[in-house]
């Protein structure tokens, strides 16, 4: 993990229970995963990438029966998601060493939810990163991907009494680096979403309902 993503993992660490109490109410994470839902067939096996504390995402997509891998560079926040979420796999592992095969491979997914994690890299891994999870499914396998529309690159930004570092994009740069990464997008919701602390500024989030190409 490089230095600056330790940093981001050791802000996430002190962060903890917090975060969930801050975003009490996560709409959009929970629809696009019913979407899954919907899609997948029994006993699919399902990648959630930046799991956090393994709620709602996790806990949604293992509760009906999905066989659930969580990756996060948090200790704190894996250890919090394997009380949340016993049903589940956790293992602590950066996006930029996800890879299918290998000593620390993860094998092949139906399907990936990939909710926020991209905002944690700068804007040059995102591409790579997409690419990434892209190989990690198999042929037609399905993504959840979301994003806080943001003209943001590795920006630092107080989060929750920490400062992290931020990328974003506006929504068509967004779409387009998606496709060029390989995916076809089947549609997209949009949300205002206020956070209950004061200290995390409103934001628009951006759900792309993505399909391996």
């Known amino acids: 993990m490089s230095e600056d993503r330790r940093g981001q993992a050791e802000a996430f660490d002190a962060i903890g229970q917090h975060y969930d109490d801050a975003f009490p109410h996560k709409e959009g994470q929970l629809a696009a ?15 959630d990438v930046g799991c956090g504390t393994g709620l709602p995402t996790a806990a949604q997509l293992a509760g009906s029966g999905h066989t659930v891998l969580g990756t996060d560079i948090s200790s704190g926040m894996l250890e919090l998601a394997g009380k949340n979420v016993p049903a589940a ?10 890879r299918a095969e290998g000593p620390d491979g993860v094998g092949t997914f139906d399907a990936v939810a990939c909710f926020f994690a991209l905002l944690m890299l700068p804007r040059a891994e995102i591409p790579g990163a997409l690419r990434r999870l892209r190989s990690l499914l198999r042929p037609g396998g399905l993504m959840e991907l979301s994003m806080v529309e943001a ?48 200290d995390a500024p409103p934001e628009h989030q951006v759900f792309l309902h993505c399909r391996r190409g």
């Open 33 to 47: 995963g019913r979407l899954l839902l919907d899609a997948l067939a029994p006993g699919s096996r399902i990648l």
């Open 89 to 98: 796999e956790f293992r602590q592992l950066d996006i930029a060493d996800l």
């Open 151 to 198: 003209d943001l690159d590795d920006s630092a930004i107080p989060f929750l009494g920490h400062t992290i570092r931020v990328s974003g994009y506006l929504r068509d740069e967004l779409r387009q680096v998606v496709q060029d990464a390989g995916f076809e997008i089947t549609g997209e919701d949009t949300y205002s979403y206020a956070p209950a602390s004061a």
